[in-house]
């Protein structure tokens, strides 16, 4: 039992704290404050993650206002150590920690990967010294200087120093702590500034992880958040592929290699490493300092990466829905075209594990398995009938294509038709080179200020159309659409200056597009004689919640108007 138990300063490691208790103790053995403090010699001074706090609040003070929870959250680096492990790991380690005994293995419980060295001694920051011992009348240990991977102090913005205390020292049954005898400055430590700039992201970035309780979520909430940001990017594709060579490029010229080298993440150009291996479908955690180095490169800030589930906006959501369907829509055609894998995959741009890939996912039938099947296992594929009735079929196709369109070059035809005209290329290129259109780029001879004039009181009739009646939402696709003009309207704005003047003066944000969603959406209501609530707008004006809540100025201002009361819970 103990008698008394020194308050625990601000960013305080436990650690520290036992330390300031067994100076005070007045035991002249070290183990009998281990007795006093846990009732058992059978114990270790733990830095990071210490055992035993059950035994430790139990030897308390009666009446103790501490708890195991408050040290472990407060006092540890479990909240930097665990940020990004699932709850149920969690809950493993937080019940080692009251009542487990001896260290906790890191790599066991699967915090840190056996490629991270943690750190071998005690850090201080010398102006966090100095105004402690003003403060408080004495030096302690802080948390957030300790983490392995965080260099200066947040507070101060300055680099830390290692003191001459170990932290894994001997049998470990001593607690030692700050002191003017082993925080001592050598030598000054000085960064470049460019160094400076991302040692303070990752102090700070650590110490909003300490400070604050996110709660845990599984791996895939973490994968989720990354993949939108890495789509949003250009860095991922919806079907899974991802660009990892331009991502490693961008990721090493966001940090440089000496700052990764610093903090145990290089990240070289040959294939897999740790970088790969985290935006890949992988569930193995890894060290923390790595997913803030790929939240902060990504943008994320570390309070949307726990509390805001990130996704694709509508349109995005469409747009990507969109290429998805195309993108596998070409793959069907290339697929029965008889081209190979390789040769789809150069088509498509990707590799050709992601084309076998979605060769399953659509069940496409392996049409260019022509000499694999057995059937023409002693006949090449040239040889054969389907070559021969392919062969007629996609000349007819190509020359159609030409008839079509008389005043496109082939290289244009090509361009929608690139499985057509791979397949031509690869087998049959003798004759598509005497089927070939070159057309040299004429004179634009079009009249686009007579166009324009004609064009504009066509644009404000379908405006006038697009705002009568249920809200459609006016930007340039949507009156293209209207028009029937989609193919060139919006890439000749410029040369349409009455047009593009007008178009510019009412297409609307989305934001815009929501309240006069809402305005409709009282009137239709008023209309049907139905109430005015939350629920009813956002089901008749068809916006999502989130979006309502981030107009609800707007909305209470258009039915204070109406004279309604608004008081509705955002
Ligand atoms: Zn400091």
New binding site residues.
Partial sequence: MVNFFPTPYPDELLYSTLARYCMRSGNIREIHNFEDLFGTRNCIAAMELPTQLDALIRNMPVNTKYTAEYFIYKHTLFPFLAAFIPQKRADKIIETMRNGEGAVSYIRIGLISNSITLNKYFRF?????K?DIETFGEPYW?RS?QITGVFV??????P?YNSTELIRAGNRQRYIGASHGNCIVEKEISYSNDLMKKMLWMAEDAEILLNNQFGFKEPEWFRSQFRVKLVEKGYARMNNYIHQKKLKQDFVDFYGHEYLQLVQSPVLNNSGGWLSDMVRKNNRITYTVRYLLLARFLGISVTDLFNTKLGFNDEDENNIDAYQELWDQRLIELAQSGLSIRDIADILKASTKTIRKAIDRLGIEPFWKYNGGGKYLHQKYTDTEEFNIKREEFRRKWLQLHVQYPDKSSNKIRRNNDGLYAWLKKYDGKWLEGNYRRIKTSVNTVDWAKRDAELLPKVKEVIKEMKEGKPERITWTTIASKLGISGWLSKKKEKLSLTREYIDSVVESIEEFHIRKIKWAVEELEMQGKEITLWNLAETAGIKPKYMKEIYKEIEQVLNKKGYDCNFKW
């Fill in positions: 920051c010398p102006e966090c010294f105004e802080h200087h102090c947040p507070k101060h913005k300055m830390l």
